[in-house]
């Protein structure tokens, strides 16, 4: 487990009462070049999988029997939770339970983490270009206003690695989507900011800017670090982004 390296936030740290991790294609036991797969869905040994995630989870000192993890289909649709398993058609999902991971799994797409060290209340969210331009950004602050009192300046988030403008090659379906700040050109292409996006919706939805941080790392572009399915295809593994409450705080 010596070459594991899992991706920190710098913001959600300062909180003790926050674990979060996540991590990158480094460190795990898959053959390459799916390395530290944390995916059940791609073509990889089940013991691989379990033993990549067994890694991950202990060095974030979670039980990776305890988790919370939607069944990703780029929807809009969020969750409440209290139990660990398997939430099918969700992509966020959000509890004030401690000890209880939750988890979002990319490979290009963004996770977005919101914390409330107020209310105590946890939020992660899988965002590619689909759910966010159905804005399940501001939607889960939404919820989490509406669910547990969250006051939208009361969050700090944070945007994981994943593809970025610099690489995020899109056509005009996905650009004409999105205001034009969100899409770049350059020579006759269009590059959408996925980031970008998303951190605009938390600042529209009362989110301060200075409790909002953006990686600056692109999944693409950065082969040796990142999973990346726009540029491996079906050679590609899956990261996993979790974030646990530590503490007795919730519900």
Same mark, same amino acid.
């Given at each position: 487990m010596k070459d594991l390296m899992i991706v920190e936030s710098a913001l959600l740290k300062e909180s003790? $009462? %926050?674990?979060?991790?996540? $991590? +990158?294609?480094r460190g795990g036991v898959s053959p390459e070049p799916l390395g530290m797969n944390l995916s059940f869905r791609v073509n990889d040994e089940v013991d691989n999988v379990v033993e990549n995630r067994r890694r991950l989870f202990t060095a974030l000192g979670l039980d990776p029997e305890a988790v919370a993890i939607p069944l990703q289909c780029h929807s809009d649709h969020i969750e409440v939770v =209290?139990? /660990?398993?398997e939430y099918e058609n969700s992509d966020a999902l959000i509890t004030n339970r401690a !000890? %209880? /991971? %939750?988890?979002? $799994?990319?490979a290009d797409c963004l996770a977005v983490i919101l914390f409330d060290p107020v209310k105590h209340v946890l939020a992660v969210v899988h965002a590619g270009w689909r759910g966010t331009a159905r804005t399940i950004a501001a939607k889960?602050?939404?919820? %989490? +206003?509406?669910k547990f009192g969250v006051?939208? *300046?009361d969050l700090v988030a944070f945007l994981s690695p994943c593809a970025g403008p610099c690489c995020y090659e899109v056509g005009h379906e996905v650009a !004409?989507?999105? =205001? *034009?700040e969100h899409v770049r050109q350059r020579d006759g292409r269009l590059y959408f900011d996925l980031k970008k996006a998303n951190a605009d919706q938390l600042l529209m939805s009362g989110v301060p800017e200075a409790n909002i941080e953006v990686s600056p790392s692109c999944t693409i572009c950065n082969p040796d670090l990142?999973?990346?399915f726009r540029r491996d295809g079906s050679r590609?593994?899956?990261?996993m982004a979790v974030a646990c409450l530590l503490d007795g705080k919730g519900a």
């Open positions: 003790s $009462s %926050l674990r979060f991790g996540m $991590s +990158t294609r =209290a139990e /660990p398993g !000890d %209880l /991971p %939750l988890v979002v $799994s990319v889960s602050v939404v919820l %989490l +206003t509406e006051s939208a *300046k !004409d989507v999105f =205001a *034009k990142f999973h990346s590609s593994g899956r990261m």
